[in-house]
């Protein structure tokens, strides 16, 4: 959706409707109206919609319609506001995210691109922005702050702060996303430092992302105009971190939950500077669960008022955006609407957006929208030819450092193990039960840089993996990241990525067993919502039932965060085995 | 004051001062630091201030300081904003009201240069914006909505939307100022309707100002983009402009009084949505019971928390206009404080703003400041030769409309009376006791407009003017409004405020008797308040005991207003005797 310049022409027809001497296109009538300001809800209201905003809400209004829906005591709510999403996470392009959320009541996101800006740079946020513009919910942006996340790996781009000049000043741009490199911002990283000045000076937000940081460094890093966080979990950090000014985003989403803690510091004093946020938002959990309507479901059931909740899903991030015409149902407002069956539960039975029923039953109504072609975000997998030699591994003493994985946890452990090698110092999967081969390959220009490791964990106990399993979600960079119980079937694997141009595979005897094409820079797809979660479900079942991955492994999730060289212990990048608590790269063989 | 870029340098400077690695300029130790966002009060705080910004605020800081001083358990709190001030009605330049408002804690105003703007025009409201940015404290504008007010009368300039344009885009500039038209937003005005186009694409706010506008009317005004009203009094009128999205400011000024009504209205539900405003201050009321400390003193009088009304004049208000470094003591904040000696009488003992102590006992610190002599908006009384025939009124008939005054209201009567004439038909008031002379003589262009009545109720029954009075603060074109009751010491009043060129003068015997000369466009001096509060005062004593006005009427106030042809029921403009309740011109003589 794109704000389009208000004319003489349309305040005149608002002026009309509103007053009765022109009927508006449509009444909602018999609405249990929320009206977020006053903090009420009225029953037997109308609702008066033209031209996409609405013209008047209320008992007694002298507004007629043209066509008038009666919504049977149904709540009409303004939609809702995801206050930080990464659109990425959901495998999905804007347009097809869009779809996903919309019937669940989100009319509004505010997203970060961070995850394809790491793979194309201005040229993927810039083709996030177009396609938000084709997109049937509104989509509001903040920059990356850290692109990479780090010098230890290649990425696609690199973001300056001079690369974000122009970006800065648009007017979608509302400000710089989450800013994660806390410790580079105490060290006056002087890059980082420019993205702060460049956002202030531009009147625009930046937008926090400080687990544990507390006193003095919470107030540097708020002195530097950090405005929200959706990291806190706990009464001290949400009371520390609104006293700096700091807006909270109570976040609760497929990676992270944390509503049933942060509820329980919500006062009537404080409420005002709550927000909801999923920060990623899966289509399988989505359709599960829901969405932003879910996180109310969540927030209300550990004991917000309902209507409290209703005011962080909307205009209160509506207010600390600056959307001005979004979060309320009020003369003016934009007429996104979401219409719930109740307050305790938030199941959504319609969704309106700009005066327009777009879903039903959370179903979209509206037809599936045509895929445009985008070249410049397709190809995205650009490697060095391979051989079999390529996945070569050797350790000259006999010993070698190992990822040891745990379930249910991203943190690993830096394993020192004594590992069988071959004559030539090789070691290979089969002659040592319960090791797999790692590998990280550099996608972005075809460098050829490559990093080698083994890891523990990742295959059942007394099973076998008996293939290969390959992703081009690899946070942050998104090289490809492959692991294989034997080099075949990995060689396979990254052909097989080449071929679909990113995604996901599974191989087995050099064929593929399952796979998820994400041709959107290796990351998202504009296939349907439904389908891609689907092939998403069927290659995580088949990744655990015949690959053997121990529950509490994620098959995309474990592996996606394996080149992540800021999660304790020891990681790999396209660059080689990284040890995190020492904070540099290391040698496979420990001596 | 004017907010300068911020550099990158000055970020690390913060860096730095919050954790202690560098010391900060100043310690307040010993504070109770209000925390408007978590709405507590901490007792022994520090509050670290260096290059004019908070760097930390709190009990354990890290942060260290230069100089250390020990506040001894005041209240510290963050700067006063008043949401919306017309500066000209204190008969001071910005730098002078500056100088009258921040020893009472207001540090930030948002005005509308309404009457400048009526005389001389965008050039009136250019020269405001430049002596804003010479001023002490913040200073923001909204751009006047109704330049002239009314068709009915000689203006100084007219503004139309087109005008307003270059302005609109001025980063000090926050939108457009009380859109008092609500009749013409209604009709559809074009231009109102092309200002209001233009403030809401340029992404900034329309104050509102709509006394007794209800239901439908105020939905169509709200539909138009208007976000606030100083205008509501009660709890009726507050729900209604709540639930439409607009900002309630409530009022505590020289001209009107809303709090002991509004007060009533707050609700922890709504009060994040109130505002705190004065709308006029006058030097002598300012320097009786304060400035926005006298409105919230009023307002936790009236009941309301007293944290809660504290965020009405910080924090509310510059979330609503947008003002991202104010309203706050935290980190990175504007160093703009007032520490107070308590929480009810809120009597202010020091003023900080930008780190620097400007007042303290309610007395400036800083130098009286160079006057700079500004001829853009000196010698506007611009008149045409007058001679004493110009004064002559007459009526065939031997009756005349009268305005008819009532003491303590600005409302009055439109008399039909049988009045005295000479034989040449001529009005003279020595064969008329009670009545005088009224005249209004355009002063803007010297286009030798000019209209006469008669008054009623301007002077003590019985007694004698004996003289004249002349203002050039006559709403809302400003031109020369005089009474008298001979024509000698009438034009003798019109050629003294010319040689002042402005102001306000008593005449007696051809002489003069008392004079205020406002050199700003007639409106303002650069005189320091205290002093121009005394002449003010020396005025009004001499009209009321020795020109015979009586009590209730105000010499300067009544005045000014005779020519408001909005006011019932009858009025005199430049341009003659105007019938508010037929809005039309008319003759004096009835027949």
Redesign the interface.
Known sequence: MTDS????TA??R???C???RTPCELCLHNARWV?V????IIEKADIFIDAG??????R????RALETIDVEGSLVAPGLIDAHVHIESSMLSPVQFARLVAPYGTTTIITDPHEIANVLGISGIRYMMREAKRSEITIRFMLPSCVPSTPYETSGATLKAQDLVDLMHE?EVLGLAELMNVPG??A?D?DL??K??LT??A?KLIDGHSPLTT???L??Y????V?SDHEASTFKET?DR????MKMFMREGSAAQNVDALSQTV????S??FSLCTDDASPDDVFANGHVNYVLKRAVSRGIDP?EALRMATINTA?HF?L?SKG?V????DADLVIFEDLEHFKVKEVWIAGRRVAQNQRMLTPEPVTVADETVKGCVKIKPLSLESFKLTSRSGKARVIGLHAGDLINDHLLLEVNTRPDGSIDCDINPGLLKLAVIERHHATGRMGLALLKGFVAEGKELNGAIASTIAHDSHNIVIVGDNDEDMLAAAQAIEAMQGGLVLIRSGKVFQSLPLEIAGLMTDRPAQETAGKKRALIEAAHRDFHIPEGIHPIMTLGFLPLAVIPHLRLTDLGLFDVDRFCHVNIDPE
């Open positions: 310049a208000i004319s003489v305040l005149k608002r002026i009309d509103a007053l009765g009206d300001f006053n903090g009420k905003k609405i013209v008047d809400a209320g007694h209004c002298k507004a007017p911002l105490l006056k002087e430092l420019e702060v000045a202030l000076n009147g006193g003095a460094e107030s540097a708020a002195a530097c105009g405005t009371e609104l006293a700096r000014g006062t009537p004093l404080n005002r500077f209507i207010l600056g001005k309320a009020a003369p003016g407002y």
